[in-house]
């Protein structure tokens, strides 16, 4: 079999392309307008307005079309082939010599492309967006918080600004809390001039209370500067630990070199990383995933050719997809639960699919 491209490669590639597109659109843009209508019932908090509602949405759609884009492809993969079967251009490309493998590598080429541009818009504009839209919508619902690129979190109480540069929600024991890493307290006096900063390597809202570790705490007198060194430091404040945890960047919204260092971090301080595992790994296997999936449901529409029927393509995408994402859910979850390695579970769906794909090839061609 040829591995370059001729004219037929390019016809079927254009035609999936075109459905796989149409497809995505429809997807994406149901997810819009529900995302939007979700937003509506947060108009009102603070200076949350209807403009920020659109602008918070508008920044999330490459997030959005990211994880719309596998259902997007099987369904859009079948309604091409679909298409060309209904008007027997499928038989007319069988009849000239192409095969079937040389078929489906011609929509798997074509979706290899598309996925390629999923992996770098998510790593790229898809993170940069939700941090985006994070941002915007922290800053209009609250006037004590902000979230910085590079500065990490900022909130303020009276006279005094809280920065942290990390965190996250911690469980252990069945209790949990928020912990704050590289945090520094900036406090104020009457008159505006800086009093005092304190700078902890952690800060973690626990039983109501506040409490600074390995504090150092640098104090601004009229002319003199002091500094104290203490191991534990109580912070009294009424700071809302819910509104900070919602400024914390959630893993599935990470890069992968976030979600790596983040990883790492976790290892070396003996803290739980499978929540970032999980997500790492997900999104190094995303394009195996994809390929996987649309393989598998391929052969259906061969088989359409003679049972016929567009409807019972799509219903058997839709199947398919939902399958396939309810498998590796459960394999994912299955990880974390009996703490094996997130590569052998989100290795094995493929590989079944790839299998069931094989199968059935084999069977439609005898």
Known sequence: MRLRPNLHDLYVGRVVLTT?????????GLDVVNAIASEVGNVGKGSYSFGHVVAYVAY???????TMFPTSAVIGALMGLGQLANSSELIALRAVGLSRRRLSLSVAITLSLLTGLMVVGMETVGTWGQHQADSLKIAATSNNLAQAKYSGIWAREGNTFLNAQSGDERVENGKQWLQLRDVRLYELGDDGRLASISHA?????????????????????????????????????DLEPAAIA?????????TVGDLASSIEYRLRNGLDAREYEDVYWGRWFYPLNVLALCLAA?????????????????FLGILFALGFWLLQLQFSRLAGAFKFDYRIAYLVPPILMLGISTWLFKRRST
């Open 201 to 237: 390597t952690t800060a973690e809202h626990f039983e109501g209370n506040w409490v600074l570790k390995n504090v150092l705490r640098t104090t601004f007198h009229a002319r003199s500067v002091t500094q104290q060194q203490m191991l534990g430091m109580r912070w009294e404040s």
């Open 246 to 254: 919602a400024t914390i960047a959630r893993p599935r919204y990470m």
């Open 20 to 28: 796989v597109l149409l497809v995505w659109a429809v997807l994406v």
């Open 298 to 314: 391929i052969p259906f529409a061969f088989g359409s050719l003679r049972s016929g029927g567009l409807g019972k393509q799509l």
């Open 60 to 66: 999330t759609v490459p997030r959005r079309a990211y």
